[in-house]
């Protein structure tokens, strides 16, 4: 079966500091990865996808993420966090095993704190 | 582009009661999905609609739930007889038709609907 782990449920990182938020995952087939960022009081907005092409993806507000097979992860980094990335972080993989367009299954999530 | 809407964004009911849960997808997209947080947990999948039908209702946590999709358009979420175990954030999906088999359509996410059950 798909899993998706996040790495602790809690971040806290200084103003201008790097964001890393970690994730690792199961699948038994190729997987198509997601990140997902939910700001307080507003619905899952994506950041960015793996989906089989390049490893390193860029996505939205400079974030990126790197797929590794190898270690079956697909961290999330920032070089330089900034307060308004204060949030939950949601990593997801697709379930494809039968169809695409299949569910997402979550990870835990990550509450990620900016300290000025 | 309107994004994916739910009403009402709060809930707050006793048990045993009735609440509907509504989900507006974006306009076009035939995918509609349902996932639900309960509090401290992972969000987790609860049916898949692809136009009207059930493509996928494994996630479904017994008959108190019920989901249609008349029309192909936007759709409902029953819950009846609540009970406290159902409270938590229930967030509503949607994506385009699955055009190649190679591609893995993005899932566009509603604001939520937060359901308390006391």
């Known amino acids: 079966a798909q899993s998706v782990t996040q790495l602790g449920s809690h971040v806290s990182v200084s103003e201008g500091a790097l964001v890393l938020l970690r994730c690792n995952y199961s699948s038994s087939v190729p997987p198509y990865l997601f990140w997902y960022v939910q700001y307080p009081n507003q619905g899952l907005q994506l950041l960015l996808k793996?989906?089989?092409?390049?490893?390193l993806v860029k996505g939205i507000n400079g974030f990126e993420a790197e797929f590794k097979k190898s270690e079956t992860s697909f961290h999330l980094t920032k070089p330089s966090a900034h307060m308004s990335d204060a949030a939950e972080y949601f990593c997801?993989?697709?379930?494809?095993?039968?169809?695409?367009?299949?569910?997402?299954?979550f990870g835990q999530g990550t509450e990620l704190s900016v300290k000025p | 582009e309107a994004g994916v809407t739910q009403f009402p964004s709060h809930s707050v009911i006793e048990k045993g009661q009735t609440v509907t849960l509504r989900c507006d997808p974006i306009s076009g997209h035939d995918n509609l999905y349902w996932y639900r947080r309960v509090m401290g947990k992972e969000i987790k999948f609860l049916l898949h609609f692809v136009k009207e039908s059930k493509q996928d209702e494994s996630g479904m946590p017994n008959n108190r739930f019920l989901a249609e999709r008349t029309g192909g358009t936007y759709s409902t979420l029953k819950v009846q007889p609540a009970e406290l175990e159902d409270s938590g954030v229930y967030f509503c999906?949607?994506?385009?038709?699955?055009?190649?088999?190679?591609?893995?359509?993005?899932?566009?996410f509603g604001p939520g609907t937060r359901l308390l059950v006391l």
């Open positions: 793996y989906t089989s092409a390049a490893t």
């Open positions: 999906a949607s994506s385009q038709s699955v055009q190649r088999l190679t591609v893995q359509e993005t899932q566009y």
């Open positions: 997801a993989v697709s379930d494809q095993r039968y169809y695409q367009g299949g569910k997402l299954i």
